[in-house]
């Protein structure tokens, strides 16, 4: 992927005969383009079918709900399983509408376009208007997603801030709900502590001030124990779960009672002169494949499926980690550094394909996480740049896409996905969401997928 995301947010003024005078301050054409495409594109319908590059809407209203929600886009991930899980309807329609346009209301038909963070690249999904004939302003074509980094989001948020900013202060609207968002803004993105906390409250899943403030100085305590990479990944597992958080002293105690040793000096590693995109340069997905291929072609592994011993030798521990189902977590695999070299391991699943899944992804996290100082390595459900990652190395190393394919010879039906899943001794979920994610067969015909943004 390019280094040169860009988004842009233009207002092109326009004249508003009726509303408030923030809203005839700041009214105009509104376009927003992303690595040069133009997802606001649509008809209105009362300007004979005209084509636009944009709604004419309140660029106030627009930026006052993109500076409130400033944190939440940032940093907090998309819900997984949410599709799913009726169970998680409220946190769902909870994180739509802090990260869906169509939300901000106020009398206006705004874009279809959700934004999503993985902490450190974003995607906007555009979408076209549902029922077109119902509408004044029809939004065309088919959806789109374009991905840019997180620097790039805030850059354009700025920028279209100060433009609808100016026009207000040029018509001496002073002192309004907007200024008064951006005033908080400045002072807490200008602030390190204050930054933090903001930043925590909103992977937990909370408007800025509607958090828990002890809950987010426990996580923020931990963060000076455990690193604050670390703790993060932990909030997003929470925030999207509506859990009480995972304490450092809970961890320590699950890491004796149902953790295995683990011996980070005789796992497998990877070598400068490997081909691999360095962090945050490419999309998690690539990187992951990337650094599994890697691991395969050093042990000589083909595409030949991975034996448990094979796999916990790359891992720097022992077959029982996987085959000893009675010691479980309950709650999130991970591995929690000791001293002298000295680990302990600790599995969520109770099926052995679950936890070489788990183990393969905890090998990924201290390919990439073993030289910073920071001693907890989390498996989470959160659809963060990282466990994305993991996910994506974890699927290739056991399975890899190409001995998949040939495994099956044309064959995807659900029996044959079946035996393909015992003989890479990996989940048929596993080997669905490959295929789908390597267009082998219709997204809609799976049940779940492996996030590839």
Known sequence: ?????????????????????????????????????????????LEHNELFSGPHVSGYHM????????????????????DNDEDND???????????????????????????????????????????????????GAPRSETITVEAFKKAVDEFAHVVLERLDEESILNTNLHVIWRYLERERDDEGAAAFRRMEAILGHDPGKGDDNEIRECLADATKLGHDTI???????????????RASELEVSARRAGFDMRV??????????SIPEWGTDKAWRIGVAMARAVRQAGGLNGQPIKNTKLTDLAGTSRKVVENINRTTGNISFVLDGENGCSRIA?????????RFDLARLLADKLCFNHIN????PVTRSYTYRQKLQRA????????????????????????????????????????????????INREEALDIIDRT
């Open 1 to 45: 992927m390019e280094t040169t995301e860009q988004l842009k947010f233009t207002l092109v003024p326009e004249t508003l005969e009726e509303g408030s005078p923030e809203e005839k301050a700041s009214f105009g054409m509104v376009t927003i383009a992303a690595n040069g495409h133009v997802l606001t594109e649509g008809i209105a319908l």
């Open 63 to 82: 930026t006052e709900w993109l500076l409130w929600n400033w944190w939440r886009l940032l940093w907090e991930p998309r819900p997984a399983g949410v």
């Open 90 to 140: 409220d946190t769902w329609f909870e994180w739509v509408f802090a990260h869906n346009m169509s939300s901000i209301g106020e009398g206006y038909l705004w874009p279809d376009i959700e934004i999503a963070s993985d902490g450190v690249l974003m995607r906007l999904t555009s979408s076209r208007t549902g029922s077109p004939d119902e509408k004044v302003f029809r939004y065309l």
């Open 232 to 246: 993060t990944e932990l909030a997003a597992h929470t925030g999207q779960r509506k859990d009480r958080p995972v």
């Open 265 to 274: 000096r005789d796992a497998v590693r990877l070598g400068p002169a490997e």
């Open 347 to 355: 599995l969520r699943s109770k099926w052995e394909t679950g936890r």
């Open 374 to 377: 920071e001693p907890l390595h």
């Open 393 to 440: 190395f974890a699927a290739e190393l056991l399975a890899p896409i190409e001995a998949v394919d040939d495994f099956l010879d044309g064959d995807t039906s659900e029996e044959k996905q079946n035996d393909a899943g015992r003989h890479f001794n990996v989940s048929p979920l596993t080997i669905q969401s490959l295929l789908v994610n390597n267009g082998l």
